[in-house]
């Protein structure tokens, strides 16, 4: 007697990862349950450049989980490029692919309108995305999975010291300091820049920076990536006076990304000390006096030229074209002697007037 045996199918699915919203920390998480459904024929991650590079956090989960990765780079401010990406191969996988289902990856609630075109074109529309993703993209899911991240986390910084990279461009960012000698870095190729949100103190008021983070962590519309964290940061209209800038701030560290031209527009009398452009001769003199005084005082020791320059740059915020100004600034008034051949630094004692 034969006794007839229904098998089901394994599903094949379509694992689309939103990389700007979704830490890659959660890829362990993502693939184990994606396995529990079926079989990931397509896994796609999108997001901005600098989530693929070497000190992304998704270039580790593109070798452990063969993620194929969908960099893009947004010309304009506050526009989702990633997310029109994922959309539009979502639409491919929906009425051209043998897929029998489509998985988002994210806790942004735009894709809930994709989830509902995914289950009326008669595929499975699965999501997954954090404890905060909004009701109304799980409920737009056939099935809908809360991520929770396991085993090892997937640093976005290889290394303390890694530079960061631009979110709009993917380029290296330079640290730099504002005139108001605060600590920034500036990206040299596309001119954006990030800075922690303290910087607007003297623009913004401390109700106002509070309620900034607080919009921050409800992330209602998603940025880029943190250039320091790697988390998804949220665009926010900041208004100073009459001007009116969107940035990005991140909830989670409290920095801001602002595109080229932003800050200043937003704090016009703060400014950068480029490394490559000279802050003026008013400026220089103010570093003398303040250097003269920490160098007569025994506050700043140094041995030679070198160990000086580096003082400069460091302690003291110098430019690079106005350090060797200020070196012979101090030599000529002959506050410090340089030994033209050994390079060390002798502090003259100031003289008592007759």
Known sequence: ??????????????????????????????????????????????????????????????????????????????????????????MEFLYKSPCDGICVVSC???????????????????????PKTPASFRNACTKF???????????????RNAAPTCPRCGGRLTEAWTKSKSKCYTCTACGGMSSRIDVLKKTVSQESMAEMISAAKRHEQPGCSCPSCGASMSILKVSAGKRHVEVDVCGSCRTIWYDKGEFEALVPQDGLLSATVTAGKAYRRETVLA?????????????????????????????????????????????????NKTGAVTVVRQTEPK
């Open 1 to 90: 007697m034969r006794i007839a045996m229904a098998v089901q199918a394994e599903q094949r699915l379509a694992i689309l990862i939103d990389a700007d919203n979704i830490s890659a920390s959660l890829a362990g998480d993502i693939f184990k349950k994606a396995y529990a459904i079926g079989t990931p024929i397509a896994r796609r991650a999108y997001g901005m450049v600098n989530c693929f590079t070497a000190d992304g956090g998704w270039a580790r989960a593109q070798r452990e989980y063969g993620v194929v990765a969908r960099p893009q780079v947004s010309n304009v401010s506050g526009k989702n490029v990633a997310d029109i990406a994922l959309v539009i191969d979502a």
């Open 291 to 339: 250097v003269v005084a920490d160098l007569r005082s025994g506050h700043l020791k140094v041995l030679n030229k070198k160990s000086l320059e580096t003082v400069l740059r460091v302690s003291y915020h110098v430019p690079l074209p106005d350090v060797s100004p200020i070196i012979g600034t101090l030599q000529s008034q002959r506050v410090i002697q340089i030994n």
């Open 145 to 159: 999975f809360e991520l929770r991240q396991i085993g090892k986390k997937v640093s976005t910084n290889t290394a």
């Open 108 to 130: 942004d609630s735009d894709f809930s309108a994709l989830a509902a075109k995914i289950r009326e074109g008669g595929k499975a529309a699965y999501g997954m995305g954090g």
